[in-house]
């Protein structure tokens, strides 16, 4: 005859484990997070340069310690591998 089943911790946990393994993977976390990008607004957003700022206010943003814009460099993945600024990501023209 086999012993009786024991609730031990590392059972708890296992089982605890596989719970939330089936509650993650039968919900959706991004359900209603979409986002609808107008291509043609951005297009014009870029091309009125509103969105653009000089070498030199990037820099004193920098110095400043500002941290709540996104720096997009558009260069190829050569130039960016050879320097780029801390925090900046490449998104090549040539994509």
């Known amino acids: 005859m086999s ?3 024991r609730w031990t911790t590392n059972r708890a946990l296992a089982a605890a484990a596989l719970a939330l393994g089936l509650l993650a993977t039968a919900g959706r976390p991004t ?3 979409t986002v609808t990008l107008d291509t043609q607004e951005l297009a014009t957003i870029v091309e009125s340069k509103v969105d653009h700022v000089s ?7 920098i110095v400043a310690g500002k941290a709540d814009y996104r720096l997009v460099d558009l260069r190829d993945e050569a130039a960016f ?10 998104v090549p023209l040539t994509q």
């Open 3 to 5: 012993a009786p089943f």
């Open 31 to 33: 359900r209603g997070h």
């Open 81 to 90: 591998a050879a320097y780029h600024i801390q925090d900046a990501e490449n």
């Open 55 to 61: 070498a030199a206010e990037l820099a004193d943003w």
